[in-house]
Every structure is written in C-alpha cells, then in structure tokens.
C-alpha cells in the first residue's frame, strides 16, 4: 500500500479555483491507478475524477466534467486535481486514493485512502 496526503483545500468564492494535491509515499506511485473521491455532509462518499498509472487516461464525474482535471507527476510521487469554476455544490471533503488493480470509478477498487481535505465553496 501507499501513504496518501492530501493538501490544497480552503475557502473559495462560486466561480473560484482550487488545486489539490495528494503526496504518496510508500510503494511504487506509477504503478498505481489515482482518484478522487469526495464527501458532502450526510451524503455518501461519491466519485470525481480517476486517472490511468502513466497519467494516459481519466475519467470524470458528469457534475466536474469540463471544469475539473485530474492530473500527475510521476517524478513527484503526486497526484493534483484542478477544480475551477467552482460551486458551492462542490462543498465537501475531498479524499485521494489508490488503486493497485485498475483505474476505476468504484470506491471499492481502491486501496489506499488519504485523510481528506476540507473545501468549501460559498455563494
């Protein structure tokens, strides 16, 4: 498994930016398929936005598509979500992981979880 820690979250006006960052640590980073996944309180944990091991292929949530992007840097053990035009619908903690077997959009096909960090939207 890997160590995952998230950074980069806050407060932001509706229309703002974010970029989030997940350091790993641990076993081999560019073997692993990453997400992002987030929490809104008193709703499930949901799916964002995946990306393949050598960063060839990501897939999005219909509700982030075309304003958030998935990327990583594979030198830099680091995986970032860029989220723009932000919404206050986007309020919710936001959490990494890691996936050993496939990209994917399931929660249940992922390893490793980060510990989460907070972002907030206001209107």
């Known amino acids: 498994q890997v160590q995952l820690v998230e950074s980069g979250g806050g407060l932001v006006q509706a229309g703002g930016s974010l970029r989030l960052s997940c350091a790993a640590s641990?076993?081999?980073?560019?073997?692993?398929?990453m997400g992002w996944f987030r929490q809104a309180p008193g709703k499930e944990r949901g799916f964002v936005a995946t990306?393949?091991?050598?960063?060839?292929?990501?897939y999005y949530a219909s509700s982030v598509r075309g304003r958030f992007t998935i990327s990583r840097d594979n030198a830099k053990n680091t995986v970032y979500l860029q989220m723009n035009s932000l919404k206050p619908e986007d309020t919710a903690v936001y959490y990494c992981a890691a996936s050993s077997s496939r990209i994917s959009v399931r929660r249940g096909d992922y390893d490793s979880w980060g510990q989460g960090t907070q972002v907030t939207v206001s209107s």
């Open positions: 641990g076993r081999t980073f560019s073997s692993y398929a």
């Open positions: 990306i393949s091991s050598s960063g060839g292929s990501a």
